[in-house]
């Protein structure tokens, strides 16, 4: 999806659209999502990505005439690596985080899954370039917090009208088509929780005719009632078989 720019709003970019894969032999995929919206004064992340994402980061600002440099803005949905791990990279950026999200992911012991220990030190330890929120507020101008827990105890969402149509930045706390269809989450700390988020954000998304932009998928609109996504999913692998035999391609779609 490419969002047209009007005066005065943003324009949405994809940066890097994810894709909902597990894997059980090697781990979480970590294939988030990475968005970029700019209104030609303010160029705003949502999330960082992972450390993999970091040429995918410069090719996809230098296709947009932009570079690492010019980012004022990393907002994070939540305290998971592959949402957070580039934040380092934007050394201009203001990085907003949750207070909560962060207090909690702080008191986590070392080696709990999916938390950075070193990447929620420094956010801990700046004083300077990193603002923390809370939900409800308007944090940036026409970009709003939105409570979204569940896939983890203080995740937040991210709500703009400010561009051509509304837009919801949903992080994992609604990964994939599936999730928003069923409220079947997987990978929650609190399934509960995690359900009636995806109720919220489905109102959300009704009331204002908003597209929401998933943690691990491209974008979704809700039409008559139905989730569907805006465009096809398809994610390009390759791997090499045996010994002999070029690379092969296994890409999914």
Same mark, same amino acid.
């Given at each position: 999806?490419?969002? #047209?720019?009007?005066?005065? =709003?943003?324009?949405?970019?994809?940066?890097?659209?994810?894709? %909902?894969?597990?894997?059980?032999?090697? $781990?979480?995929?970590? +294939?988030?999502?990475?968005?970029?919206?700019?209104? $030609?004064?303010?160029?705003?992340?949502? *999330?960082?990505?992972?450390?993999?994402?970091? %040429?995918?980061?410069?090719?996809?600002?230098?296709?947009?005439?932009?570079?690492?440099?010019?980012?004022?803005?990393?907002?994070?949905?939540?305290?998971? +690596?592959?949402?957070?791990?580039?934040? =380092?990279?934007?050394?201009?950026?203001? /990085?907003?985080?949750?207070?909560?999200?962060?207090?909690?992911?702080?008191?986590?012991?070392?080696? /709990?899954?999916?938390?950075?220990?070193?990447?929620?030190?420094?956010?801990?330890? &700046? =004083?300077?370039?990193?603002? #923390?929120?809370?939900?409800?507020?308007?944090?940036?101008? $026409?970009?709003? /917090?939105?409570?979204?827990?569940?896939?983890? %105890?203080?995740?937040?969402?991210?709500?703009?009208?400010?561009?051509?149509?509304?837009?919801?930045?949903?992080?994992?706390?609604?990964?994939?088509?599936?999730?928003?269809?069923?409220?079947?989450?997987?990978?929650?700390?609190?399934?509960?929780?995690?359900? &009636?988020?995806?109720?919220?954000?489905?109102?959300?998304? /009704?009331?204002?005719?908003?597209?929401?932009? %998933?943690?691990?998928?491209?974008?979704?609109?809700?039409?008559?009632?139905?989730?569907? #996504?805006?465009?096809?999913?398809?994610?390009?692998?390759?791997?090499?078989? *045996?010994?002999?035999?070029?690379?092969? *391609? #296994?890409?999914?779609?």
């Amino acid at each position: 999806m490419h969002v #047209r720019k009007t005066a005065g =709003t943003y324009t949405a970019h994809p940066l890097v659209e994810g894709f %909902p894969g597990k894997s059980s032999s090697h $781990g979480a995929f970590g +294939w988030s999502s990475l968005w970029l919206l700019d209104d $030609g004064t303010r160029r705003v992340l949502i *999330d960082a990505g992972q450390p993999a994402y970091i %040429p995918l980061i410069h090719e996809s600002l230098e296709r947009l005439g932009l570079t690492a440099a010019d980012i004022t803005d990393v907002l994070l949905t939540h305290m998971h +690596w592959d949402h957070v791990a580039n934040f =380092t990279m934007f050394q201009n950026a203001v /990085t907003w985080v949750g207070e909560k999200e962060l207090a909690w992911a702080a008191e986590q012991p070392a080696g /709990t899954k999916f938390i950075p220990d070193l990447h929620v030190q420094e956010l801990m330890r &700046r =004083t300077e370039r990193v603002e #923390r929120v809370r939900e409800g507020q308007e944090i940036l101008p $026409g970009i709003h /917090t939105v409570a979204a827990p569940g896939h983890t %105890p203080h995740h937040l969402a991210f709500f703009t009208e400010r561009a051509s149509q509304s837009l919801v930045f949903a992080g994992d706390s609604v990964k994939n088509i599936h999730e928003l269809a069923t409220t079947h989450v997987d990978s929650t700390m609190d399934e509960d929780a995690s359900i &009636r988020t995806i109720d919220r954000l489905r109102s959300l998304m /009704t009331d204002t005719s908003a597209t929401l932009l %998933p943690g691990h998928d491209v974008g979704l609109a809700l039409v008559d009632g139905e989730v569907q #996504r805006l465009r096809e999913q398809r994610a390009q692998i390759s791997f090499f078989a *045996d010994a002999l035999s070029p690379e092969s *391609d #296994r890409s999914i779609g």
